[in-house]
């Protein structure tokens, strides 16, 4: 089984490529999904992270309050990385229990999206990896529209993550994503064809 890693900023238009794949019958493991189920209530991430974070990072149904969660993190490098230490080992034994039931079912080709691919050193782990991109102004005007977010806050959570000219020194493929969604799928297909010999097939 071919495991394609897929990553990029925040912003970035990662989720919608996701989202096209999907669409083409392709297997796309969210590492994010895989977050939300490692810290649900009851589960041993989410007592550490209450541990380490106090109860006012829940919601009054006593589910985690992620916004408010990450609006600490991403203001203190140090919570930030025991947040990290609590929830990226849960999350990469989840990853590998998902590829050894995918591959188990008999699938050829899935992808792995992961916001940070290549600082945790994921990359090393799959096949090939494709990295979206875009100029920094269009992934700002993009958070102030999709997350209400400043100017200056939204480049400060760019600044915390690895910069485009990084990530690129190791990704296989590279997609900009500035342009339009029929631009995006374009150079998907191109990409993909490269990468699996075939060409992505939408439904009719």
Same mark, same amino acid.
């Given at each position: 089984m071919k495991v394609i890693g897929l990553t990029g900023s925040i912003a970035s238009g990662k989720s919608t490529v996701a989202t096209m794949l999907k669409n083409?019958?392709?297997?796309?493991?969210?590492?994010? *999904?895989?977050? &939300?189920? +490692?810290?649900?209530?009851?589960?041993?991430?989410?007592f550490e992270m209450v541990g380490r974070f106090g109860v006012d990072v829940l919601k009054p149904d006593g589910?985690?309050? &992620?916004a408010k969660l990450a609006n600490i993190v991403f203001n203190d490098?140090?919570?930030?990385?025991?947040?990290?230490?609590?929830?990226?080992?849960?999350?990469?034994q989840l990853? %590998?229990?998902?590829?050894?039931?995918? *591959?188990? *079912?008999?699938?050829?080709? +899935?992808?792995?999206?992961?916001?940070?691919?290549f600082e945790k050193q994921l990359h090393k782990k799959l096949d090939k990896t494709i990295l979206i991109v875009a100029k920094e102004e269009v992934l700002i005007e993009?958070?102030?529209?999709?997350?209400?977010?400043?100017?200056?806050?939204?480049?400060?959570?760019l600044a915390l993550q690895m910069s485009n000219e990084e990530k690129m020194a190791y990704a296989?493929?590279?997609i900009e994503n500035s342009g339009t969604i029929d631009e995006l799928f374009n150079q998907l297909q191109i990409v993909w064809?490269? %990468?699996?010999n075939v060409l992505l097939v939408l439904p009719s």
């Open positions: 083409a019958k392709i297997y796309v493991i969210d590492a994010d *999904e895989l977050a &939300r189920r +490692v810290q649900a209530p009851g589960m041993p991430a989410f589910s985690l309050d &992620r490098s140090s919570a930030l990385s025991d947040l990290e230490n609590i929830v990226h080992p849960k999350i990469e990853r %590998l229990e998902e590829m050894a039931r995918l *591959e188990k *079912e008999g699938h050829e080709v +899935v992808v792995y999206m992961a916001p940070l691919l993009r958070m102030a529209k999709r997350d209400g977010f400043s100017q200056e806050e939204a480049k400060r959570r296989d493929e590279i064809k490269r %990468l699996c």
